[in-house]
């Protein structure tokens, strides 16, 4: 089974920043590791993902994660913030070998203060 | 990157009727999602619906109070029968593509049920 853990329903940091939001999977098979955001009033799109290969990955809008096996974590950074990075973000997971069943995490809502 | 449209965007309705959301996927795809958003919350998979067969539900959700239809590869509907206040969430669809791993997702129905 898999499962997705979001350590901090809230997170707040400075523009220019930077930006950690945490992310730990639990899976029996090898995962792929997802993150979305999803911006006020609007639906998700994918920030980046890990498949197989390099373990860090970069997505849009300058944000990166590494997959940590040993760790079981792929925790999302960027740099420097920037107020348009304000929105929810989603960790998901999914099983290589299970038809593309997505399991999320509770989400990390990110407040960019001026 | 994929274009899924979903109608209604956004809809009040009253308790005791019954809303169908329809979404469009711009690729013939083979498996389609649909999840629940409750205000604050993370995503929860409703169903999976597949082109061809009865849609698979998830624990907690059944066929008559979310009927789904999949007629074809670009197209699905999701009924939200009987509605009271505890329905109004939003309602995502989303497609998963062959060999890209990630899932799509519309932009959402924003349903208040008063």
């Known amino acids: 089974a898999q499962s997705v853990t979001q350590l901090g329903s809230h997170v707040s940091v400075s523009e220019g920043a930077l930006v950690l939001l945490r992310c730990n999977y639990s899976?029996?098979?090898?995962?792929?590791l997802f993150w979305y955001v999803q911006y006020p009033n609007q639906g998700l799109q994918l920030l980046l993902k890990?498949?197989?290969?390099?373990?860090l990955v970069k997505g849009i809008n300058g944000f990166e994660a590494e997959f940590k096996k040993s760790e079981t974590s792929f925790h999302l950074t960027k740099p420097s913030a920037h107020m348009s990075d304000a929105a929810e973000y989603f960790c998901?997971?999914?099983?290589?070998?299970?038809?593309?069943?997505?399991?999320f995490g509770t989400g990390t809502s990110l407040t960019v203060i001026p | 990157s994929a274009v899924i449209s979903q109608k209604p965007s956004r809809d009040i309705c009253q308790r005791g009727t019954s809303l169908t959301i329809q979404c469009q996927v711009d690729?013939?795809?083979?498996?389609m999602f649909w999840y629940r958003q409750q205000p604050g919350q993370s995503l929860t998979l409703i169903a999976t619906?597949?082109?061809?067969?009865?849609?698979?539900?998830e624990s907690g959700f059944v066929i008559d109070k979310f009927p789904i239809s999949r007629p074809n590869l670009t197209f699905s509907t999701l009924t939200v029968s009987n509605m009271s206040p505890e329905d109004s969430s939003i309602y995502l669809c989303?497609?998963?593509?062959?060999?890209?791993?990630?899932?799509?997702f519309g932009p959402g129905t924003r349903l208040t049920v008063l």
């Open positions: 998901a997971v999914t099983a290589t070998n299970t038809g593309n069943q997505f399991y």
């Open positions: 899976s029996s098979v090898p995962p792929y």
């Open positions: 890990y498949t197989t290969g390099a373990t």
């Open positions: 690729s013939q795809v083979t498996m």
């Open positions: 619906a597949n082109q061809g067969s009865e849609a698979t539900y």
């Open positions: 989303s497609d998963s593509r062959r060999g890209q791993g990630e899932q799509f």
